[in-house]
């Protein structure tokens, strides 16, 4: 019998209120090799990123699944619903290059998919605490890193942005965080706190405040989109260099889908494709970020996300010069994915 996911036609809430149980633990095999995230030690190079954890339940789940670093998902200083459904829709495409048409929806499972989720968020008093319970479930070597986004306002200017980044930044480190991760990318918004990853001066910014307001007890981690500019990758990377430790890369691709019959979905606005079709694109952005690094000397790791779905897939990524690697669509089409990458493991 095939393990419970994340359902697609439920809301988000109703995915919320009802994790999956956690599976009876199995001795999983061991990946060979002394691994870090960020420097601090851990079991695998295996992680998944935030889209998949809800919330502490959620964690739990996988965490019981061979996977070591869990990043919980998106939170914010104030609560914020979800988009109305539908939140996941499975589209039909080749590798993507960054330029490409509207994407055909499909519903079969396809390995990717649009993502349209808005960066929802409970209140600050609900995550904190289950922040708090997620953290005393953790294992030697394993981590929980908190993605943390600011909440743009109209009329606010960028200062009260990254003040905001900020706050959430200082909670998640006081409920217990490992590591903290800046959101910088969300193509499914199309305000400030979504795109701070195309405005290195912005990003800078951020990054600054933040790392001023944490004193550098902890890693601090950003998580960038798709860039094809490569002359905008390289100032945003070192903008950013002096104030954190990682770069999460690739969230997502943006792009347009459409129904069966030609109709745009999403009132033909962008959302982020994720999967297995990121994986070309996003392996070539990795490597630009670590030749990059390396050239300018810089002390920064980095985190390889998008497309990731095998043991080749994960080695890939670590020879393109990732510390460690995230998963987010794989494990939410196959929830054994890590175990049958352990096995895998050559």
């Avoid at 019981?64 to 939140?87: A, W």
């Avoid at 905008?232 to 019959?261: C, F, K, M, W």
């Amino acid at each position: 019998m095939s393990l419970p996911v994340y359902n697609l036609c439920q809301t988000y809430r109703d995915n919320f209120a009802n994790p999956p149980a956690p599976v009876q633990p199995t001795e999983s095999p061991s990946i060979p090799g002394a691994w870090s995230f960020c420097g601090l030690p851990i079991s695998s190079p295996l992680g998944i990123a935030a889209g998949p954890l809800l919330n502490g339940k959620w964690v739990a789940y996988y965490a019981s699944l061979g996977f070591d670093v869990f990043t919980y998902k998106t939170v914010r200083s104030r609560p914020r619903e979800c988009y109305d459904l539908p939140n996941l829709v499975p589209v039909f495409t080749e590798q993507l290059e960054g330029k490409h048409d509207s994407l055909p929806a499909t519903t079969e499972k396809t390995g990717t998919w649009a993502v349209s989720f808005g960066m929802p968020s409970m209140d600050p008093s609900f995550w904190e605490q289950d922040i708090r319970w997620t953290k005393g479930i953790m294992k030697k070597g394993q981590l929980l890193s908190v993605s943390v986004v600011g909440t743009a306002v109209p009329g606010e200017t960028r200062t009260a942005l990254a003040e905001d980044y900020a706050n959430c930044a200082q909670w998640a480190s006081e409920a217990g965080a490992d590591a903290i991760e800046l959101n910088f990318s969300c193509p499914n918004v199309d305000t400030p706190d979504g795109q701070l990853f195309q405005q290195p001066d912005a990003a800078e910014l951020v990054a600054r405040t933040v790392d001023q307001r944490l004193s550098r007890d902890l890693p601090l981690l950003i998580k960038i989109g798709f860039q094809p500019d490569q002359e905008n990758l390289q100032s945003l990377v070192e903008e950013v260099a002096p104030y954190v430790d990682a770069i999460v890369s690739t969230n997502s691709i943006p792009g347009r889908v459409h129904a069966p019959d030609g109709s745009p979905l999403f009132e033909g606005n962008s959302r982020g494709i994720c999967g297995t079709a990121t994986r070309e694109a996003s392996l070539r952005q990795v490597s630009a970020i670590c030749d990059l690094i390396s050239r300018r000397d810089l002390h920064l790791k980095v985190v390889g996300v998008g497309g990731i779905e095998t043991a080749r897939d994960v080695r890939r990524y670590l020879d393109a010069g990732a510390e460690s690697v995230q998963l987010a669509s794989a494990v939410m089409h196959d929830p054994e994915v890590g175990l049958k990458i352990r096995s895998d493991w050559k």
